[in-house]
């Protein structure tokens, strides 16, 4: 059973910085990448920022130069710092991660129970 633990959201205005950080625990054979999804209201989830085990970053060009994703391998835990916040940067944020098990040919997909993060102007 795996379980990815989000925390770190909240209500800040704009211009802050907050760190969200996701911890995996459970059993498996690798953790593949990781990263951060969001759901605006009335919106499709989208990806916000992913990493790969080697520390291969990617991400959506409405947070480039402001966010950075970065993992512990260690820790089995990815971080987002958001930094120079916006209004439209609020949304509920979702950790996710792939992950391989012993005797699958692919990896599978989980996520977080997500964040809220809110901007005010």
């Known amino acids: 059973q795996v379980q990815l633990v989000e925390s770190g959201g909240g209500l800040v205005q704009a211009g802050d910085s907050l760190r969200l950080s996701c911890a995996a625990s459970?059993?498996?054979?690798?953790?593949?990448?990781m990263g951060w999804y969001r759901q605006a209201p009335g919106k499709q989830r989208e990806l916000v920022a992913d990493?790969?085990?080697?520390?291969?970053?990617n991400y959506a060009d409405s947070v480039k130069g402001r966010f950075t994703i970065s993992r512990d391998n260690a820790k089995n835990t990815v971080y987002l710092q958001m930094n120079s916040l916006k209004p439209e940067d609020t949304a509920v944020y979702y950790c996710?991660?792939?992950?391989?098990?012993?005797?699958?040919?692919?990896?599978?997909?989980?996520w977080g129970q997500g964040t809220q993060v809110t901007v005010s102007s």
């Open positions: 996710n991660a792939k992950i391989q098990h012993s005797g699958r040919n692919y990896p599978l997909n989980y």
């Open positions: 990493i790969t085990t080697g520390g291969s970053t």
């Open positions: 459970g059993s498996w054979f690798s953790i593949n990448a």
